[in-house]
């Protein structure tokens, strides 16, 4: 009987550990995302005319750690579209500075409010699994308008070449079935509230081809994002989906 016991404290003692040290070993997707695996880098810009200022942007976006080829070619992708995206609204800034002059902006009714000119960029790391790295970037820009303008947008790319991945080989869905699992989506989102949507608002959906789509992926989801004015008024706001 003691010999009995002794074997089974032995095998009960045996499986605790092996249990311990298996826990470590599953990590998940959204854990890959953290400083370990990213470094954030930040760049803010003031553009002052005649003492005024009619131009600023703020930016923050990540760099991967990795030494990879695919990893700088990712970096670099990363860091060249947004200084895209805050230079392009500050040569609207220049432009109509130099063919206005100061009297341009200063004889603006009074709808703007912090600047004349404004870019905020902020990119996320949201994605290290399976062979693949997704990126959210969230903007807002203020040009001039009665109001700002914000959009998302998605980034995927292949860990192992630093390629940008298309929708139709992004997910394990084919290209014809993620199609559906988004008009299927939106439509529940659309029946919910008829009246945010334009009447053709699904049709819209339905003739979008599949890579046209703005997804990301973020831990077992498959997010996509249609801007203000996309399906709905502005007012409605923009509309974000995720199918698992």
């Not at 949201?126 to 959009?151: C, D, I, Q, W």
């Not at 997910?171 to 053709?200: E, H, R």
């Not at 081809?209 to 996509?224: A, H």
Request: with cysteine; glycine share 4%.
């Amino acid at each position: 009987m003691k010999k009995l016991l002794s074997i089974i404290l032995t095998l009960t003692m045996l499986f605790s550990v092996a249990t311990v040290l298996a826990v470590p070993t599953t990590v998940s997707a959204a854990s890959k995302t953290g400083k370990k695996y990213v470094k954030y880098k930040k760049i803010n810009k003031n553009l002052k005319k005649e003492g005024t200022l009619i131009f600023k942007s703020k930016a923050k976006y990540p760099q991967l750690k990795s030494k990879s080829k695919a990893a700088k070619k990712v970096n670099n992708y990363i860091k060249k579209e947004v200084k895209k995206h805050t230079d392009n609204i500050e040569k609207m800034a220049k432009s109509d500075y130099s063919n206005n002059g100061l009297s341009f902006f200063k004889n603006l009714s009074s709808f703007q409010t912090v600047c004349y000119y404004v870019c905020e960029v902020d990119v996320k790391f949201v994605y290290n699994a399976k062979g693949k790295y997704s990126f959210k970037m969230s903007e807002y820009t203020y040009a001039l308008g009665p109001h700002g303008e914000r959009s998302v947008k998605g980034y995927n790319f292949s860990k192992k070449t630093g390629k940008k991945i298309s929708n139709s080989k992004l997910t394990k869905y084919s290209g014809k079935k993620l199609k559906q699992k988004i008009v299927s989506a939106v439509k529940k989102k659309i029946n919910a509230n008829p009246q945010n949507y334009y009447n053709d608002a699904l049709q819209i959906v339905k003739n979008t081809k599949i890579n046209k789509f703005n997804i990301w992926l973020k831990g077992k989801y498959i997010y996509v994002y249609f801007s203000q004015y996309e399906l709905s008024v502005y007012a409605v706001g923009p509309t974000q989906i995720k199918i698992k």
